[in-house]
């Protein structure tokens, strides 16, 4: 198939181009950068034009996986104007696109939509709870549920074919530092450099291993089914305290424990994220291998790469 991945030259979007290329997929990426990578065009999905010199060039395709965002919490607090211009703005350039061109389409929200819901998080969660049970409590996971809501309503005016994915956590090769990244990546990059960092008190978490998570996107476009919404992300099992992935890195690296300053819960956020993965494993054959003692080890190898260590 001929497959379009929009932020593909980013973190999940670089390991599931090469998922998709490996399975003898034709695959086109679009991402801000300027880079020669092969079968790469340079496009801000926040500018109409630039996505239809997309299609002009490459199109037409059978399907599109819309990973390009600005991410996090705290990104899209300070730079809020970036976030709904691609998060949203964005979004709806490619459903436009989508209602013209009759792609399918996978688009990549985030387990931030289900807010402080205390429960465990199924994907009928947000069909069936109030909005006062469960508000998304930053603008990044309201620019994602507001995504979802765009595709939904597409869908119902114009039939366009959609699947929403909801990852957690993911974390491991190709994801470069930045202040406003996971805790997996900051924690790892701040232990090698021997930089101080806090862990809050009393989070608990799932995390999913690149690879693993990009073979369950990947499997979407061979067994799509329009409308459906998945979360993705690690074993039940695997859930930890972020103080005992914090311990994990530690050791990975070698490193002292008087790195870390360990303060009280953190505010505005979750304080545990229950997943339920079921769908996910029925539908698109989920299917977790690497646990977090090797893809930690994984990530740290690739940090010590990147950044020459």
């Known amino acids: 198939m001929k497959i379009l991945v929009t932020g593909g030259a ?46 002009e060039q490459y199109g037409p395709f059978d399907y599109v996986y819309h990973l390009a965002a600005e991410y996090g919490r705290w990104n899209g607090e300070a730079y809020y104007e970036n976030l709904w211009q691609t998060n949203m703005i964005g979004t709806k350039h490619m459903i436009r696109m989508q209602e013209k061109e009759k792609f399918r389409m996978i688009f990549f929200s985030s387990a931030e939509v289900y807010g402080d819901y205390a429960g465990e998080m199924t994907e009928a969660v947000m069909e069936e709870n109030r909005i006062k049970d469960t508000y998304q409590m930053n603008d990044f996971a309201i620019s994602k549920w507001a995504g979802e809501l765009s595709c939904l309503n597409s869908a119902n005016m114009f039939g ?21 990244r996971g805790f997996i990546p900051k924690f790892i990059f701040h232990a090698l450099h021997g930089k101080p960092y806090t862990v809050f008190k009393g989070h608990k978490r799932i995390i999913d291993y690149v690879e693993d998570t990009c073979r369950t996107f990947a499997n979407i476009c061979e067994n799509f089914k329009p409308g459906e919404v998945y979360n993705v992300g690690g074993r039940s099992e695997w859930e930890m305290d972020i103080s005992e992935y914090s311990n994990l890195i530690l050791g990975t690296v070698g490193v002292s424990e008087s790195l870390v300053t360990y303060k009280e819960s953190e505010p505005f956020t979750t304080k545990v994220k229950k997943m339920d993965f079921s769908k996910a494993v029925r539908d698109l054959k989920h299917d977790p291998k690497i646990d977090p003692k090797e893809g930690i080890k994984r990530a740290v190898e690739w940090m010590k790469w990147f950044y020459r260590l």
Do not use: M, W
């Open 10 to 55: 980013g973190f999940i979007g670089t390991n599931l181009c090469n998922e998709l290329r490996s399975r003898g997929h034709e695959v086109i990426a679009c991402d801000l950068y300027n880079t020669d990578r092969d079968d790469y065009i340079r496009c801000d999905v926040g500018k109409s034009r630039q996505i239809e010199k997309v299609f």
């Open 160 to 180: 366009t074919e959609t699947v929403r994915v909801r990852p957690v956590n993911c974390y491991g090769p190709h994801e470069e530092y930045t202040p406003y």
